[in-house]
């Protein structure tokens, strides 16, 4: 088990100690997650081969990915295996593939985290137009998009 997820299984022991009418609140108090050791983000986990990166860390090589589309980025598990990534676009729209040693599984584009207004817009139309989407929310998510805002929920 990892470091990251054995400080993961002491917090929620710690918080299961607590009223769930009060855990919410406990996690939010400032110091919780540092007094704890624990990381405070979410771990993706992709595919039968078990794959999982801390979110910041596979967002990031994205984001580097679609800054420059001509290298391939290669982000580190967290059990220290090496994933090469590589973007490629089929049928006009962009594919994430991802080699681990000799496997290699695809994954959708997340064009929506590229550094890029351009390439976010893009892909917000093509899909709009494919669902036939046209309405002021719709509006909305295009200008967040364009202006590289995310809106945040609670």
């Not at 089929?90 to 390439?119: H, N, Q, W, Y």
């Amino acid at each position: 088990m990892t470091e990251s997820k054995q400080k993961r299984l002491k917090a929620v022991a710690a918080l299961l100690n607590f009223h769930e009418a009060l855990r919410e609140d406990i996690v939010d108090l400032p110091g919780f997650k540092q007094t704890l050791d624990i990381p405070s983000e979410a771990e993706l986990t992709f595919g039968a081969l078990g794959l999982a990166f801390l979110r910041s860390t596979f967002f990031n090589a994205l984001r580097e990915l679609y800054a420059d589309r001509s290298h391939v980025r290669t982000v580190v598990a967290e059990d220290g295996r090496s994933c090469g990534l590589a973007l490629r676009v089929d049928d006009d729209r962009t594919i994430v593939a991802c080699k681990v040693g000799t496997e290699t599984f695809e994954l959708p584009g997340f064009t929506m985290v590229s550094p890029k207004a351009s390439d976010r817009l893009a892909e917000f139309d093509r899909i709009a137009e494919r669902d036939f989407v046209h309405d002021a929310s719709a509006n909305m998510w295009r200008q967040r998009l364009e202006d590289g805002r995310c809106p945040t929920r609670r």
